[in-house]
């Protein structure tokens, strides 16, 4: 039809050729400037191309970024839920169940909180991540330990938001735990320090070390379910936990991330 290409697309444009003098364009003339014309429609429909990838690029980030803001916002709404029916709680053993709940589904809020304020969709800055998460596991344990101070110690680095989860969680599972048995609760009893160190290791690795200077950990608590937890974590990014401790007291964490390793 008219209007239409070959192909029955409307076309890019037209291209036209004048001449000084009067003349007859000759079928090589015809040929050459047919080549022409097609040389120049391909480069403008990858441009057109170029220009659509982009847009539909820009329109996933969008996207994907909304809903990191989604999932920030039903997290914390989780949090809020499971924090009311603690103050609700009365028994001691629902209580602290409860607030197990609330403290990972918070360190999940947080990195995608950082995700979001930093607009970047699959890279996380980790060490700024689990300062956040153990300083706010510190703030929300002020009434029961006033006087454990937390030592930082990390490298500006970045990770994949698939691996910063689980190190989060390792990160508030082991300060809970250090909260919870490393240091006395009685006034006096409750001084100490926990440490946490991330540092850069061969082939491009990551290490993070943690550690509290407390009684250490009791035989009888190493099965427990945030020890577990924690073992559990580290399956998932395709390594293996190191426990230790100095001169038979404190605990100390250390787990070795390979960029990208996650197990399948």
């Not at 995608?112 to 991540?129: C, F, I, N, Q, T």
């Amino acid at each position: 039809s008219a209007g239409r290409c070959a192909d029955g697309r409307p076309p890019y444009g037209v291209l036209e050729v004048d001449s000084r003098r009067p003349r007859h364009f000759s079928s090589d003339d015809v040929s050459f400037l047919r080549t022409y014309a097609n040389m120049l429609a391909a480069a403008v429909e990858r441009l057109r191309a170029d220009d659509e990838v982009r847009t539909r690029a820009g329109d996933n980030e969008r996207l994907l970024r909304e809903l990191q803001h989604r999932v920030k916002n039903n997290l914390q709404v989780i949090v809020g839920l499971v924090q009311l029916q603690l103050r609700r709680a009365t028994e001691a053993e629902t209580r602290e169940a409860l607030r197990a709940v609330s403290q990972r589904v918070d360190a999940l809020r947080l990195l995608h909180d950082k995700l979001y304020v930093s607009g970047e969709v699959d890279r996380v800055d980790l060490g700024a991540y689990l300062a956040e998460v153990a300083g706010t596991l510190l703030r929300f344990h002020e009434e029961d330990r006033t006087r454990v101070r937390l030592v930082l110690e990390v490298k500006d680095m970045t990770v994949s938001p698939e691996q910063a989860a689980p190190l989060g969680l390792m990160v508030n599972e082991f300060i809970t735990n250090s909260l919870k048995y490393a240091f006395g609760s009685v006034p006096g009893e409750s001084e100490g320090t926990i440490g946490l160190r991330l540092e850069s290791a061969r082939g491009g690795a990551v290490r993070l070390t943690l550690w509290d200077d407390g009684r250490g950990l009791p035989l009888e608590r190493s099965g427990g379910t945030g020890m577990r937890m924690i073992d559990g974590l580290a399956r998932q990014l395709a390594t293996r936990t190191e426990w230790g401790s100095g001169n038979g007291r404190g605990a100390r964490l250390s787990v070795l991330v390979r960029p990208g390793k996650r197990a399948g």
